[in-house]
């Protein structure tokens, strides 16, 4: 039998939430568009979690979207 596994919405306030429990600083807004960008509508928690925590790794010019 396997576990299901939730899923939950890719939103602003998610992403601040998860940064704020992470982080030692908030996210900025470029890094919250990246981070919608990237992960799509709903993912498990561990996703999110893993990707917010690799956006502070990640160079500027990758995240900032080129217009």
Avoid: C, F, H
């Amino acid at each position: 039998m396997t576990e299901r596994v939730a899923k939950i919405s890719v939103s602003e306030l998610n992403l601040r939430k998860t940064a704020s429990r992470l982080l030692k600083s908030a996210l900025v807004s470029t890094e919250v568009a990246y981070l919608q960008r990237e992960l799509g509508t709903t993912v498990t928690q561990v996703e999110m979690d893993a990707k917010v925590v690799a956006v502070r790794s990640l160079p500027w010019a990758k995240i900032v979207q080129a217009e």
